[in-house]
């Protein structure tokens, strides 16, 4: 498998080193795991990746042949989000175990939630709206897939970027939600990224 790292994604960690905030790499264990996730699934329904890329904004897989059926896309999609829901439930469980308060298990809780629920969202570049559209396309055309998948995508960015701009306005935080929302945005509709 080929694999891609891209330049700002390994400023960005040599950075978070240099900082000596390892707490910020909590997240990037629980995107590991996401990712560990989706390889393993794909090897259990003996579909062959040929790269895998690492970009400042997440990462992706390319599957060879780069055609599974809709029934693997929709199991290798849904499981890195699964990943993180079981493991931020294992951590929980473990956190209750112990008596002490500790704030890497909380971040590791948070990161693989968040992580969870943002890549189950209807968007096109997500794994829920993959899931979304290998649904459709099983049971209807690929056309009827990419049109509901659009609007979806649209309605759901735009929500999200009401949201952060009520945030960012009301409270002065959430520019995070406001640049996500945005670039993915842009992503889709202006660079066509699909």
């Not at 909590?26 to 590991?32: K, S, T």
């Not at 690492?54 to 059926?69: D, E, P, V």
């Not at 829920?128 to 459709?136: D, F, H, K, V, Y």
Request: net charge positive.
């Amino acid at each position: 498998m080929k694999v891609k790292i891209n330049f700002f994604a390994i400023m960005l960690f040599l950075s978070i080193i240099a900082s000596s905030s390892y707490y910020a790499l909590i997240p990037m264990f629980a995107a590991v795991l996401h990712e560990l996730g989706h390889i393993v699934s794909a090897q259990i329904c003996d579909v062959k990746l040929n790269n895998f890329s690492i970009g400042i904004f997440g990462a992706r897989l390319g599957i060879g042949g780069g055609i599974c059926s809709y029934k693997d896309e929709i199991i290798i999609c849904a499981a890195g989000p699964a990943i993180n829901f079981i493991s931020a439930y294992f951590a929980a469980l473990l956190s209750r175990l112990t008596t002490q308060n500790n704030d890497i298990v909380d971040i590791f809780i948070l990161s693989s939630l968040c992580l969870g629920i943002i890549n189950m969202l209807p968007i096109r570049s997500l794994d829920g709206g993959r899931i979304i559209s290998a649904l459709i396309c099983r049971f209807g055309s690929v056309r009827s897939a990419e049109l509901i998948l659009d609007i979806l995508s649209f309605i759901t960015l735009f929500t999200l970027w009401c949201i952060s701009l009520y945030l960012l306005l009301r409270s002065g935080s959430s520019l995070s939600l406001f640049v996500f929302s945005v670039s993915i945005f842009a992503s889709i509709f202006l660079y066509g990224q699909k």
